[in-house]
């Protein structure tokens, strides 16, 4: 028994109901009084430890959980109990602080582990929700911004104004791309990152670069050197945008560490990969210089080569990182050399295909048009400068716009007349995008496009699941919203239109005649739901009456039945005639 | 003198044994040490006129590798269920808890404990979701000491009626 005591147990025989006796010498850590005082642990393990004893089966011992209390000393210690088989009742008491200590690190860790995990779950929610909000406020002034440039550029301007404004435009959308990219940052991160793989002209690409760049270099007075070697294939095909982002990254780093000098722009085959496609970059300037000890981790996230040079230079430190991983989505690999107070160059290479032949040249291809005159459009968004936007983009397009200021109105809008299309802003107050979408989704199949500043996947995948037709990111371009509307309106549609011959000395009074009648629609849909057949005959007589005279001989027979049906309290045929004449309305085109 | 036992149980890292610590030391340790198994503590308190010895069980919080032994409730008086505010999650396994206790023990007295009051600005569990469920509710604060006490106290008082 010594030696059980030495390896930590105190060893009990049970000598009667619930009555132990002690073997052997009392270990030092022993709590005084009886066993079941000093452990009240047992109250929970003797009932088990009583049924082993009388039927232990094939076991030799139970062990109890670890448990922790108060020992003599007043020190809390760790133990365990173990009921022994056999002849006697034997009871150990373990003072298991080993067992204890190797059981806490192996589920501290598991559970220290559990909680890392749900904490960084919960700051990538935190970040995708402050991505999405820093995105739709950025991009919603960015909207009218970028659609003003365009409404403008399509103005008289001269030469110099033009010239002025297309720097603007391009500077514009390099903006937007920089904007998605932070948003993408994380996802870069996760790896989840899509390049794309479409047909670009490598010269114009970074012709573009440079055009943007040249800005801030020639204020600075600094040259801007672009060579490209006569063996580089220029039609490839890759990521245009990402590759221009790089360059546009080191250029504007460039720009900003050199005061005097110039910045050079090379592009050679990768004498290291001699396939075709695989190219080396170089961004050379005459700047101060990176020291030697931080050519390694400017690549960083956050890291620039001093904390003075945030405070002198400005920037997140970000753009190197970005860039690293898009040089290393393009196969290829990004690094830098320098010579403190001589300049720098940084490097990268990049993979790409060699496209077969040069696609036809889209100078001067056809703006968009929308095909069908005459579309009848709701257009829902509590920014005026954002309706006066969209108006604008279809003010030559023939298009009836109505405009109300809410997901509230458009919903009781579309439920008065029928629309070819509607534009609903995302986020409105009193009804929102989403929730107006699913409204009208439910009255109709009408191609319903939801106009949102939220440019994450997530954003998307909400427009879709409300019911929307499609979503278009602000800042929306006039060709696309017009290419958005041509693809969810057919052609087709063109052929219900009803083309009105109309007289000239008529056409100054025609548009108040049928506005009026579709006044009447209102009223014979409210007279209807309330069986007022008397209004529903009157209003049918005095269309009876008119329409012919004002060439719309359709208005005269609907007006004829529905003065019958309402004699006639046919219901079924009012409502029929009523939504006759609410879709000869909504398709007639005054000629 | 009067003894009552009473069970701490709930989702690992809510506070349980902060909570035991905080009532019978009045200490905090900003320190997360996992408990394995059962930790048993007593404390002597007096509700009303009677004095009663309440012996705590602050039982290993539960997690994907371990589930609560519901045994180590046997002889109970009440329970406490502890739900971290700052984790949903805590209060779903909570709910599940108090389902299995009373599936195996029958009723018991209980009371629920939304702890980490200090942190009431970034708390995840909505009052809602508590309300829903009609139990007697703390909030406190192992950290902060708040409500500790008074809800130790009150369980006790429930116990002794």
Not at chain 1, 14 to 18: F, I, K, L, P, T
Not at chain 2, 11 to 15: M, R
């Given at each position: 028994m010594n030696l059980l005591t030495a390896l930590g147990f105190a060893v009990f025989e049970?000598?009667?109901?619930?009555s132990f006796r002690l073997l052997g010498p009392a270990p030092h850590w022993l709590p005084a009084g009886s066993v079941t005082e000093a452990f009240p642990f047992l109250e929970v393990f003797l009932p088990d430890a009583e049924e082993f004893w009388a039927d232990r089966g094939a076991r030799t011992a139970l062990y109890s959980d670890l448990w922790t209390q108060g020992g003599a000393t007043g020190d809390e210690l760790h133990f365990c109990a173990i009921a022994v088989a056999g002849e006697r009742k034997l009871l150990l008491i373990e003072c298991a602080e080993q067992r204890f200590q190797q059981a806490r690190s192996f589920v501290q860790y598991a559970h220290e582990a559990s909680l890392a995990r749900e904490q960084i779950a919960k700051l990538t929610q935190a970040k995708t929700e402050f991505l999405a909000r820093m995105s739709h406020e950025i991009r919603t002034p960015m909207n009218a911004l970028l659609g003003m440039v365009e409404l403008l550029s399509e103005t008289p301007l001269n030469d110099e104004q033009r010239k002025y404004l297309q720097v603007f435009q391009r500077a514009g959308d390099n903006l937007l791309n920089v904007i998605n990219d932070i948003l993408d940052f994380s996802k870069v991160e996760a790896g989840q990152i899509d390049l794309e793989n479409i047909e670009f002209d490598l010269a114009q690409v970074i012709q573009e670069a440079i055009e943007i760049a040249a800005v801030r270099a020639r204020a600075k007075g600094l040259a801007l050197v672009n060579r490209i070697q006569?063996?580089?294939?220029?039609l490839l095909i890759g990521d245009p945008g990402r590759l221009r982002q790089i360059l546009l990254n080191l250029l504007g780093n460039a720009t900003k560490f050199t005061d005097r000098g110039e910045l050079t722009v090379l592009v050679e085959t990768d004498s290291d990969q001699p396939v075709p496609g695989a190219l080396h970059f170089a961004v050379s300037d005459t700047g101060i210089g990176i020291p030697a000890d931080r050519l390694s981790t400017?690549?960083?996230?956050?890291?620039?080569?001093?904390?003075s040079t945030t405070r002198k230079y400005?920037?997140?430190?970000?753009g190197l990182a970005i860039s690293k991983r898009f040089v290393e989505l393009m196969g290829g690999k990004i690094w830098a050399e320098s010579k403190p107070g001589a300049g720098s160059t940084m490097h990268f290479t990049a993979r790409f295909s060699v496209a077969d032949a040069p696609k036809?040249?889209?100078?001067?291809s056809a703006p968009v048009v929308i095909r069908n005159r005459g579309l009848r459009i709701l257009l829902a968004d509590d920014s005026e400068e954002n309706r006066f936007l969209i108006r604008g983009y279809l003010k030559d397009s023939g298009c009836i716009i109505d405009e109300v200021e809410n997901g509230a109105e458009a919903v009781e809008q579309f439920k008065q007349r029928a629309y070819d299309i509607v534009l609903l802003d995302a986020e409105m107050p009193v009804l929102d995008g989403y929730s107006a979408t699913r409204e009208i989704r439910a009255l109709g199949a009408t191609p319903i496009f939801l106009l949102t500043a939220h440019a994450l996947r997530e954003a998307r995948a909400r427009s879709f699941e409300a019911g929307c037709t499609d979503h278009l990111t602000k800042p929306i371009k006039k060709a696309t919203l017009l290419e958005a509307i041509n693809k969810a309106v057919?052609?087709?549609?063109?052929?219900d239109r009803i083309h009105v011959p109309v007289e000239a000395w008529l056409k100054p009074v025609v548009g108040g005649y049928l506005e009026k009648r579709r006044g009447d629609v209102r009223k014979l849909r409210a007279a209807l739901d309330c069986s007022d057949y008397d209004t529903i005959r009157m209003l049918g007589h005095q269309m009876c009456g008119t329409g012919g005279g004002y060439g719309f001989e359709p208005i005269t027979e609907i007006g004829s039945a529905l003065e019958e049906s309402a004699l006639a309290s046919d219901s079924a045929r009012m409502r029929a005639s009523i939504e006759d004449l609410d879709r000869y309305l909504n398709n007639i085109q005054v000629e | 003198m009067l003894k009552k036992k009473i069970c701490m149980v709930g989702?690992?890292?809510?506070?349980k044994t902060s909570l035991v610590r905080r009532f019978v030391e009045s200490i905090f340790d900003e320190r997360y040490l996992t408990t394995i198994g059962v930790k048993i503590d007593r404390k002597d308190v007096t509700v009303g006129s009677e004095s009663v010895t309440l012996m705590l069980w602050d039982l290993a919080g539960e997690d994907d590798l371990a589930q609560l032994?519901?045994?180590?409730?046997?002889?109970?008086s009440g329970y406490i269920l502890v739900?971290?505010?700052?984790?949903?999650?805590s209060l779903n396994k909570a709910v599940e808890l108090q389902r299995r206790i009373a599936g195996q023990l029958g009723p018991l007295p209980f009371v629920l404990v939304l702890n980490k009051a200090d942190l009431r600005d970034r708390w995840e569990v909505q009052d809602t979701a508590v309300a829903e469920h009609g139990w007697p509710t703390f909030e406190t604060s192992a950290?902060?000491?708040?409500?500790v006490e008074e809800m130790f106290l009150a369980l006790a008082g429930k116990l002794l009626q």
């Open positions: 049970r000598s009667g109901e619930a006569p063996n580089v294939p220029t400017i690549f960083d996230s956050f890291s620039q080569a001093d904390a400005g920037g997140t430190g970000l036809p040249v889209a100078e001067g057919p052609a087709a549609s063109v052929s | 989702q690992f890292g809510v506070g032994n519901v045994s180590h409730l046997r002889g109970a739900v971290d505010g700052c984790r949903a999650a950290k902060a000491g708040s409500g």
